[in-house]
T-cell receptor
Framework: DAKTTQPPSMDCAEGRAANLPCNHS???????VYWYRQIHSQGPQYIIH???NNETNEMASLIITEDRKSSTLILPHATLRDTAVYYC?????????????FGKGTRLHILP | KAGVTQTPRYLIKTRGQQVTLSCSPI?????VSWYQQTPGQGLQFLFE???????NKGNFPGRFSGRQFSNSRSEMNVSTLELGDSALYLC???????????FGEGSRLTVL
């Protein structure tokens, strides 16, 4: 079973910020939140990850709530090329027995 | 550095046959994980290999197997193919202690 819950789809206007939510209410203390995206059946691409602090890189920002039970991926200025399926997963760097469970992700549509 | 390479990219088989897919990880990565992606089920974890040992396994029948060689290259095998095995098979490499996954472009299998 997936450890994360995401809405199946979202729309966002081009040029606006896209905010993609993810619930991970059973996350444990040593698990990181990772975000990937997959564009039209290519291999998924890493976006960003974090443990408990907010993170930002050249692609996106990741906001993790204080209780770590949910997070939001922010694409600050969405373009048509950001149309993709976005996956949120939790993954431990300590537990070697964890299965890597992706779930079905959020299909993000960027509207021109 | 070179990315993750999967071969073959496309293949067609008939029911009852077997297939072997190959994955060459990024140099220095010791972990290779495999995934099956179908339209209805999304990305599903098959198994993970680390230093030639299977470390995790998803919920797939025994017809799905894999191995990893001393150079970290990995193969997966599906025996007695069924129509439902038609899918995109993705592999990902990582350092092995959690961390970012780097995906290949996948092998698209069609079973007739």
């Amino acid at each position: 079973d997936a450890k994360t819950t995401q809405p199946p789809s979202m729309d966002c206007a081009e040029g606006r910020a896209a905010n993609l939510p993810c619930n991970h209410s059973t996350i444990s203390g040593n698990e990181y939140v990772y975000w990937y995206r997959q564009i039209h059946s290519q291999g998924p691409q890493y976006i960003i990850h974090g443990l408990k602090n907010n993170e930002t890189n050249e692609m996106a920002s990741l906001i993790i709530t204080e209780d770590r039970k949910s997070s939001t991926l922010i694409l600050p200025h969405a373009t048509l090329r950001d149309t993709a399926v976005y996956y949120c997963i939790v993954r431990s760097t300590m537990n070697r027995d964890d299965k890597i469970i992706f779930g079905k992700g959020t299909r993000l549509h960027i509207l021109p | 550095k070179a990315g993750v390479t999967q071969t073959p990219r496309y293949l067609i088989k008939t029911r009852g046959q077997q297939v072997t897919l190959s994955c060459s990880p990024i140099s220095g990565h010791r972990s290779v994980s495999w995934y099956q992606q179908t339209p209805g089920q999304g990305l599903q974890f098959l198994f993970e290999y680390f230093s030639e040992t299977q470390r995790n396994k998803g919920n797939f029948p025994g017809r799905f197997s894999g191995r990893q060689f001393s150079n970290s290259r990995s193969e997966m095998n599906v025996s007695t193919l069924e129509l439902g095995d038609s899918a995109l098979y993705l592999c990902a490499s990582s350092t092995g202690m959690g961390g970012e996954l780097f995906f290949g472009e996948g092998s698209r299998l069609t079973v007739l």
